[in-house]
Nanobody
Framework: QVHLIESGGGLVQAGGSLRFSCAASGRTQSNYAMAWFRQAPGMEREFVALISWAGNTQYADAVKGRFTITRDNARNTAYLQMDNLKPEDTAVYYC????????????????WGPGTQVAVSS
């Protein structure tokens, strides 16, 4: 079992920045890929970004050039730097992990954090 805890959400004005972290604990010996998803009210959960154990990354088109995902394997932690935030980025953001990389469907992820709220005002 792997437990994920996100931190770093909050309220920010359009054009601002936020940085998330996702700390993994438990059975972290496996080489997990980690990802961020988000879910706005009334919408389905959607892919934001992922990073493989080796550091390969993939981004949703809506966040390319604005968001950066990184990881520190020694600390079992992934990070999401979000710059130039827009009101449409408002959502609950979830960290997820899976052994098999690299998928953008939330159904392919085994472990999830509780989520953290981001609100971007215009």
């Amino acid at each position: 079992q792997v437990h994920l805890i996100e931190s770093g959400g909050g309220l920010v004005q359009a054009g601002g920045s936020l940085r998330f972290s996702c700390a993994a604990s438990g059975r972290t010996q496996s080489n997990y890929a980690m990802a961020w998803f988000r879910q706005a009210p009334g919408m389905e959960r959607e892919f934001v970004a992922l990073i493989s154990w080796a550091g390969n990354t993939q981004y949703a088109d809506a966040v390319k050039g604005r968001f950066t995902i990184t990881r520190d394997n020694a600390r079992n932690t992934a990070y999401l730097q979000m710059d130039n935030l827009k009101p449409e980025d408002t959502a609950v953001y979830y960290c997820a992990a899976t052994v098999v990389c690299c998928f953008t469907s939330p159904a392919r992820y085994d472990y999830w954090g509780p989520g953290t709220q981001v609100a971007v005002s215009s």
